[in-house]
């Protein structure tokens, strides 16, 4: 019997936001309206783990789940988008860019078993938004800290690389997903320029006021936001730059221990 795609909705996998019943989009129109009329964040996220908006994303994400990389031959991949994940009402909302193709798409948790969740958790551990350093599957009690991790795509891509399509089809998962946590969140940070360019349509459809031209991205770059009208705290929103903590930028020094702790340091404080 070969390898099963992905994990069915409601078998039992730790942390699965989704059932039988949960409605799945099927197109980006689906989407829109799927995310506009999610009752609440916990079912936002569930629809969020059934998407099958963007066909090379399913069939690229499935086949890496039969096809496997052979240190996780004997392991079930999750094969499915990565819904958000951490604190309901967090604090800070941290936004990548997509899960990776042997680390979410194979444990179900955003940034769980790959290199750069190695860095990004044991960061987050050091100032206290991380309940342990590690983060390897999604039954490991690993739970963040006044936090929230989201991606601006759901599904993992080929080579890394969504395209400009599959990141506007996936805007309304996110864009709701902002707006359901806006009462509680302080501080957004942007790991890379592509989460710190995804989330901006999402913040200006959740209502924040956005200054313009929009800044750009740089580590440590700073900006204020007005929250949104609907959000009783007019103290301005704060988001951070921080340099994403990929193999090739942990390698070459360009991202250090030093410089991710200095960041969510700065965003613990601030929020």
């Not at 992905?6 to 039992?12: A, E, H, L, N, R």
């Not at 991949?77 to 194979?106: K, M, S």
């Not at 960061?123 to 006044?146: E, F, K, M, N, W």
């Not at 942007?190 to 924040?208: D, I, K, N």
Request: proline share 11%; hydrophobic share 40%.
């Amino acid at each position: 019997m070969g390898n099963p795609p992905f994990v069915p909705p409601g078998s039992g996998w730790p942390g699965d936001p989704a059932g039988p019943g949960t409605p799945v989009a099927h197109d980006p129109g689906d989407v829109v309206d799927l995310a506009a009329k999610a009752p609440d964040l916990e079912g936002l996220c569930a629809r969020q783990s059934v998407c099958r908006a963007c066909d090379r994303l399913v069939e690229w994400r499935e086949r890496v789940a039969v096809q496997r990389r052979r240190a996780f031959a004997d392991e079930r991949y999750w094969g499915r988008p990565i819904a958000g994940w951490g604190d309901a009402d967090p604090r800070i909302l941290i936004v990548g860019l997509a899960p990776a193709a042997h680390g979410g798409n194979r444990t179900g948790r955003i940034f769980t078993g790959d290199r750069s969740g190695d860095w990004l958790f044991a960061s987050l551990y050091r100032v206290g938004l991380a309940a342990q350093p590690t983060s390897v599957r999604a039954d490991d009690g690993q739970r963040l800290i006044g936090a929230r991790m989201a991606a601006t795509v759901r599904c993992a891509p080929p080579d890394n690389k969504p395209t400009p399509q599959e990141r506007a089809a996936c805007l309304p998962w996110l864009a709701r997903e902002v707006g359901f946590v806006a009462p509680s969140v302080r501080c957004v940070v942007c790991l890379g320029g592509f989460a710190w360019q995804g989330v901006w349509p999402a913040l200006r459809e959740a209502g924040y006021g956005l200054p313009r031209p929009r800044p750009a991205f740089g580590h440590g770059a700073e900006v204020e936001l007005e929250p949104p009208p609907s959000v009783a705290r007019r103290d301005p929103v704060l988001m951070l730059g921080c340099y994403h903590p990929s193999q090739q930028n942990t390698f070459t020094g360009r991202v250090t221990e030093a410089m991710l702790d200095d960041v969510f340091t700065r965003a613990r404080d601030y929020a």
